[in-house]
């Protein structure tokens, strides 16, 4: 169980907060970059850690993203022009640049304009990886883009795509933790495997051990979560899941081969909206070849393996409709009855409600790295209230990592036997196109 002050520590987000203020020290994604794919096209709005927010790309391509609100009359930005470089009030015609700068007061006579002494809050922007990336903390300590692989990688061997969640981003994060939950929530009462499918998560050695015995470290980049389950007389399956600093996790890869050194992989980012609500993003990449354009609709389109999802990237199975729960499914194919992993996670992470009173939890031995990762984001959050920096948002290189699964002999540690898989590919190559500095 956790204290309740701990837990409130843990899924309070707002500007003040000590959590909130940890997150701010790390770039966050933001949108997909196809959300802004025109200059001079729609603005978007935006809501994160609690913040309301307006993101547009002007008439050079640059990607703002601002305070939602006018500051005028606090007039919604979203309704406004978007020309010539700028966003436009429609209410009295002030615009504002990408940086937030008030570029015009058409309302106000020349004499008595102050627009020089006008600046909407605006945050840092990148894009990276198809991705618009959004820093929210202090100027003076921007850190450096993650470097995870997939990012890197060309836009046909990767993917990216997004669902909203209704909960708070902590017991979302602990869902991505839990290597236990898929010999259960994941399984097929039906005998049929998916091993051929990226982030399945389901294979015979799942059924054949159900009580995986954890083994957690601190890594640069967060945590290494090591998931250990019997499955022959001299050899064990191991699932080595990587946990990154604040909210991103990497599903090892599924695979019938001994090893998962050939195969693409995927991975999850909890980023709050606020304290009650969270956008999931999921990840795909395969670094040793192109995915075809079944495989690109597949892990990143809005009907595939994480949605299906509306043009709002709403889920179409959600928590008014049950998620389509199909109780004749349950008894005879799938354990939930429910169809597809994202909607059976929402289910039991939703149903707990927005956020889950951890005081009346009982914890096992199979909830060792959630127990983990909660010790080391309060650590973090309580070390930021006292002015440390998290070391891991300085430190992009080490976000170039892979999660894996691989079969070793029992007297092989699997720090020696799986060290081949965890490298991430050099990322000296990668470039990020990062917005210029806000003006003064």
Not at 96 to 113: F, L, Q
Not at 313 to 329: S, V
Not at 369 to 397: C, F, S
Not at 419 to 434: E, H, K, Q
Request: one cysteine or more; glycine letters at 8%; charged letters at 25%.
């Amino acid at each position: 169980m956790l204290a309740r002050e701990d837990n409130e520590l843990l899924t309070h987000v707002g500007a003040g907060t000590a959590m909130g203020e940890l997150l701010r020290r790390f770039w966050m994604p933001a949108l997909l970059e196809e959300e802004l794919a025109e200059p001079d096209g729609e603005p978007v709005r935006l809501r994160l850690l609690g913040e309301d927010l307006l993101a547009f790309r002007d008439s050079a391509g640059r990607v703002g993203i601002i305070d939602a609100y006018c500051a005028h009359r606090r007039a919604p930005l979203f309704f406004g022009r978007n020309e010539e470089c700028g966003l436009r009030c429609v209410y009295h015609g002030w615009k504002y640049d990408v940086a937030g700068n008030c570029v015009d007061m058409p309302s106000e006579p020349p004499e008595h304009a102050f627009k020089h002494k006008i600046k909407l809050t605006a945050y840092r922007t990148a894009l990276h990886g198809g991705v618009v990336w959004i820093y929210m903390g202090p100027p003076e300590l921007q850190p450096q883009l993650p470097q995870f692989e997939w990012s890197t990688l060309p836009p046909r061997q990767r993917t990216a795509t997004k669902r909203l969640q209704h909960c708070n981003w902590a017991q979302a994060v602990e869902g991505g933790i839990d290597s236990s939950h898929i010999s259960f929530l994941h399984s097929r009462v039906d005998g049929v495997g998916l091993e051929a499918s990226l982030g399945a998560g389901r294979t015979p050695y799942h059924a054949a051990d159900r009580h995986p015995v954890f083994i957690v470290k601190e890594a640069p980049h967060g945590l290494l979560i090591a998931a250990r389950r019997s499955i022959e007389q001299d050899s064990y399956y191991w699932r080595l899941t990587q946990c990154l600093l604040p909210f991103y996790t990497m599903i090892p890869p599924v695979t019938s081969a001994r090893d998962s050194s050939a195969v693409p992989y995927a991975g999850h980012a909890w980023v709050p909206i606020d304290d009650h609500t969270t956008w999931t993003w999921t990840f795909t990449a395969n670094p040793h070849r192109e995915f075809s354009d079944a495989e690109l609709a597949f892990h990143g389109g809005r009907g595939g393996m994480w949605g299906p999802v509306d043009e709002h990237y709403h889920p179409l199975r959600n928590k008014e409709n049950d998620y389509l729960i199909d109780r004749k499914l349950q008894k005879t194919v799938e354990f939930t009855g429910i169809v597809g992993i994202p909607n059976q996670d929402s289910a039991v992470q939703e149903g707990m409600g927005p956020i889950v009173d951890r005081s009346r939890e009982r914890l096992g031995t199979s909830d060792t790295a959630i127990i983990a990762w909660r010790r080391l984001i309060l650590r973090l959050a309580e070390e930021v209230r006292q002015g440390q920096t998290p070391r891991a948002a300085m430190q992009g290189d080490a976000y170039n990592v892979r999660s894996a699964s691989v079969i070793l002999k029992r007297e092989v540690p699997y720090e020696e036997g799986a060290a081949y898989l965890i490298p991430g590919r050099s990322s000296a190559c990668a470039a990020a196109i990062v917005a210029p500095p806000r003006s003064a």
